[in-house]
């Protein structure tokens, strides 16, 4: 999107809006399906769940991680023309829920969809098999979420040395373990991560087949990093690291999904803002815009993200402050941005907020989130 494009958008349709260009998400998956050509997509609802952006997925040929319901019933719109026979072929090919751990009653409504689900304990196993015994199931394993901007070893995954029995606990109560999962934690520059999680699954898969189950499915998560600066290394030089272990590790046969989220919708959005206050506290310009981190900017504390601002307008910048609407005073967008001098009205705009942003917007002090408005759909 252009500078003029965004401005004329946010004076049809006022501030603060989020512009997504599902160009630049038809791009990101064909780039994701390039470089990772073994790989199938699935990607992952809770990133931002418009539906016009699942659509888009759709339509590429991308299938789907939810983690609820709602999320489920999202995808599932997409195909509810579809023949009986055919919704249950997309429900397997395209979807997987992805949270290893659902309530008794999500799972008794899922059951009848006979979707992949995953697990990461005996008693979530228990629960499956007692309440959605026609799911197939993918264990989750716990891996290395080394300098990960969000990590998640901590919460979920099963530790590799009782992956095995898991699987053996399984296939006894009559379920049927499909395959593995895991994640190296959301927005992964370190590279080994992927690699290690690799080695990982590749150990326990032998093992499983020694003790009489081959798996048919590896999972390899999400956390494909967006380019959000410089310093982040091309998604090209991590898919062949990718591929090469793919390659070295696991027979052709066995099917290799993956859970992108950031990587398909970060770079996707652009939030236009309006100045609504201007005051020098401490001797340093502070700039109030109509948006907050309870609403676009919410990926700042949900997400551990920094998104920077840039003006519309140009001439000399200075280091400035820039909070958003509410009153509360954790609604810091910046302390550190360099902007040129801004009057009350002016426009600014923070690119690549597509992903964990709008998602997590709330209604806190009755301020609604953004617009969405959405191009080149």
């Given amino acids: 999107m252009t500078t003029k494009q965004l401005q004329a958008l946010a004076g049809k349709h006022g501030t603060p809006i989020v512009v997504i260009d599902h160009k630049a998400i038809r791009k990101n998956y064909a780039d994701f399906r390039k470089h990772l050509p073994t790989v199938q997509a699935y990607y992952a609802v809770k990133a931002n769940a418009e539906p016009a952006i699942v659509r ?74 007692e309440h959605a015994p026609d799911a197939g199931v993918v264990l989750r394993l716990r891996v290395p979420n080394t300098g990960s901007m969000v990590e998640l070893s901590s919460k979920f995954g099963c530790d590799p040395g009782e992956a095995v029995d898991l699987v053996l606990a399984a296939f006894k109560m009559g379920l049927v373990v499909e395959g593995l999962s895991f994640h190296v934690g959301s927005q992964c520059t370190n590279f080994q991560n992927f690699v290690q999680a690799l080695d990982i699954s590749a150990a326990v898969m032998k093992e499983a087949k020694s003790r009489g189950h081959e798996l048919k499915i590896l999972d390899i998560g999400g956390g494909f990093p967006a380019p959000y600066d410089r310093h982040v290394k091309p998604f090209s030089r991590l898919a062949r690291k990718i591929n090469t272990e793919i390659e070295r590790l696991f027979p052709k046969e066995i099917q290799i999904l993956a859970e992108p989220g950031r990587f398909l919708v970060a770079t996707a959005a652009t939030a236009v803002s309006r100045v609504i206050g201007k005051a020098v506290r401490d001797g340093k310009m502070c700039y109030y815009i109509d948006d907050s981190v309870y609403h676009t900017f919410s990926g700042i504390i949900f997400d551990h993200c920094q998104y920077h601002l840039k003006a519309f307008k140009t001439g000399k910048t ?60």
């Fill in 56 to 129: 888009t997925l759709h339509k590429a040929g991308a299938s789907f991680d939810v983690a609820s319901m709602p999320e489920f019933m999202l995808v599932y719109e997409n195909i509810k023309n579809l023949p009986p026979a055919e919704q249950q072929k997309f429900i397997w090919d395209k979807v997987i829920y992805a949270n290893p751990t659902k309530p008794k009653e999500t799972l008794q409504e899922l059951n009848q969809y006979k979707p992949l689900v995953t697990f990461d304990n005996y008693l979530e196993l228990k629960k499956i098999r």
């Fill in 318 to 377: 200075e280091v400035c402050a820039v909070f958003g609407q509410t009153c509360d005073a954790l609604d810091k967008i910046s302390l550190a941005e360099e902007l040129p001098d801004l009057e009350i009205d002016d426009l600014v705009y923070s690119e690549n907020i597509g992903a964990y942003s709008s998602a997590s917007a709330t209604w806190f002090n009755g301020f609604p989130p953004a617009k969405i408005v959405h191009v080149n759909e």
